[in-house]
């Protein structure tokens, strides 16, 4: 089995049986070769691609025939809670200057819609997901709207304490909807820092924070006091201390405004339900009063709430409905000072499939494809599984 904290990280395409380490995060990666036998690789232009993207962009698979191709995860702990990430960059690898649209799965449950609308910008997925059997498999499904590639994917163990909301009846899938700010659409904020991204071994579970910027009226806290991050006792979320170290207020206002949109490409449907995550903490040993209101979409979630010092506090809940929604921070009378905000996620709750099979089951059919070498899409062993 695999150990906590443990990480698949697979660059699609790669040399076949060749591994390397990002320079970056000190990440090992290796090549997709044994996870899936479908699927053509092809390299892609550096050219064709935004500055600065991982060299997991440089490379693909493609899958020209099949109408759902699969990676399979395996040695995994049935009942286990993981983060999955699944990136693309198409940079106009076939020379057809066709942007596709696909359908990513996680087993049966759908997950969200690929649609690539620039060819040179990275797109990334994530969904953080309970396997019920001891592999799980990720599928590429043709829509006719173009041929389904993956340039990376990446799986991270979580332990079961954390985002008790992605459980056996439901996934959360982070929102990627595009801020014009922003340089990719994972909706997983940090505030008021320099660095651009923080993500592993900043964040030991490999989340990928992006710096929520240029918002007129707005500067940053630094921790001033140089003091450690203390970590929360019944912390269900366990930001990173990079990220909870500096937070964000408004410099001659008494009130945060921020706004976000439901995300088109995941089909959302009639009134679909997110999940908001809110961080805070004080970093200044102030000795007058920081408290202030939240309201999501006008509705109130905290009152008079004042963040602890160097202590993440965390405010969650579900927010309805597929239009734009707003979250206001707004200082109280009481208040000397205003309002600020540390780091967001934005997720949509997923229902998994009511179907979902005994993982002996799935296991079972898992063996018989390898026994009897059935290759790619063995549609009776997709259907039987039934998560």
């Not at 395996?74 to 020379?95: I, M, N, Q």
């Not at 912390?235 to 949109?261: C, E, F, G, K, Q």
Request: glycine share 6%.
């Amino acid at each position: 089995m695999l150990p906590r904290h443990s990480f698949i990280s697979i660059d699609c395409g790669y040399t076949a049986n060749q591994t390397y380490t990002d320079s970056r995060t000190g990440i090992s990666y290796a090549s997709d070769e044994g996870y899936t036998d479908a699927g053509l690789i092809h390299p892609v232009d550096k050219g064709n691609l935004q500055t600065d993207l991982a060299d997991r962009y440089l490379n693909l698979r493609f899958f020209p025939s099949g109408e759902r191709n699969c990676y399979t995860l395996r040695s995994l702990t049935p009942g286990g809670k993981y983060l999955v990430r699944a990136a693309f960059g198409y940079g106009d690898y076939d020379k057809l200057n066709k942007n596709p649209t696909f359908d990513l799965y996680f087993g049966v449950n759908y997950w969200t819609t690929v649609t690539i609308v620039s060819s040179s910008t990275a797109y990334v997925f994530e969904i953080i997901a309970v396997c019920p059997a001891d592999f799980l498999q990720i599928c590429l499904v043709n829509k006719g709207s173009g041929t389904p590639f993956i340039s990376g994917l990446d799986l991270r163990s979580l332990t079961s304490d954390l985002y008790l909301e992605a459980n056996v009846t439901q996934s959360l899938v982070l929102l990627s909807f595009f801020r014009d700010t922003v340089g990719f659409g994972p909706n997983r904020y940090h505030f008021g820092t320099n660095y651009q991204h923080i993500r592993f071994p900043d964040d030991p579970y490999d989340r990928m924070w992006q710096r929520y910027e240029n918002v007129d009226g707005w500067t940053d806290v630094p921790n001033k006091s140089n003091g450690e991050i203390k970590n929360s006792t019944n912390d269900n979320y366990d930001a990173p201390s990079a990220v909870m170290r500096s937070a964000s207020i408004p410099v001659n206002d008494s009130r945060m405004d921020l706004s976000w949109s439901s995300d088109s490409s995941m089909n959302v449907g009639v009134d679909p339900k997110f999940f908001l995550v809110l961080y805070f903490a004080e970093l200044e040993a102030v000795q007058e009063l920081r408290q202030f209101d939240v309201s999501v979409d006008n509705n109130p979630l905290a009152s008079a709430f004042s963040p602890k010092f160097l202590l993440p506090t965390v405010l969650s809940g579900i927010v309805q409905g597929s239009n734009e929604h707003s979250i206001s921070l707004v200082a109280t009378s009481n208040s000397a000072l205003q309002p600020l905000i540390s780091a967001m996620e934005i997720y949509m709750l997923r229902p998994v499939n009511e179907s979902t099979t005994d993982s002996l089951d799935a296991n079972a059919m898992m063996t018989i494809q390898e026994k009897f070498s059935v290759k790619k899409n063995w549609k009776h062993v997709i259907q039987w599984i039934g998560w």
